[in-house]
């Protein structure tokens, strides 16, 4: 048995505990990487599923079609703005006086940006004239802050 955590177990404990993330950051970048990449093929599809059916075009198609584009949205916006968090995020370690790599502080964001990218593709599938990209970067940067802060505090707790 390996140290891996499975896919929907990342994805519910991303929603709801921090204790977790440092874990996943330890897993190294290919696998926050594959895990960001089958959170926006998940929430593509779903996405297209229920645009389809809202829109009575039950075409298997334009179905896949669509599934390729909100997957390769919602993907190339994820990279880009946990990129911002994380760069911003880096300011803030300095203020924590933490020493963080940024590619492990660039996997903390991505496994963070789940429920922020859960709450943007729903509010962008009800109402899709608005983009929401500056709540989601607001809100993984301060669940970003709120799991280093948490880290730190372990830290200490550990070392005292």
């Known amino acids: 048995m390996t140290n891996k955590t ?3 177990i990342k994805l519910i404990t ?9 874990k996943y950051a330890k897993e190294g970048i290919l696998r926050s990487i594959s895990y960001a990449i089958l959170l926006s093929l998940l929430l593509g ?3 297209s599923v229920f645009v389809q059916y809202k829109t009575y075009n039950l075409d298997a198609i334009s179905l896949v079609h669509q599934m390729v584009s909100y997957f390769a949205i919602i993907l ?4 880009f703005n946990s990129l911002i968090v994380a760069i911003v995020s880096r300011l803030f370690t300095v203020f924590l006086r933490m020493v ?20 943007q593709t729903i509010l962008e599938t ?7 990209d500056a709540m989601f970067i607001v809100g993984t940067l301060t669940y ?4 280093l802060k948490y880290i730190k505090d372990e830290i200490i707790r550990n070392y005292t």
């Open 45 to 47: 599809g779903l996405k």
């Open 100 to 119: 963080v790599k940024y590619i492990a502080l660039y996997s903390l964001t991505l496994y963070a940006a789940t429920l922020p990218l859960i709450i």
């Open 6 to 8: 499975i896919f929907f």
């Open 144 to 147: 970003v802050i709120l799991i």
């Open 76 to 79: 190339f916006n994820l990279f």
């Open 14 to 22: 991303s929603i709801y505990d921090i204790k977790v993330f440092s």
């Open 126 to 132: 009800v109402n899709p004239n608005i983009s929401f």
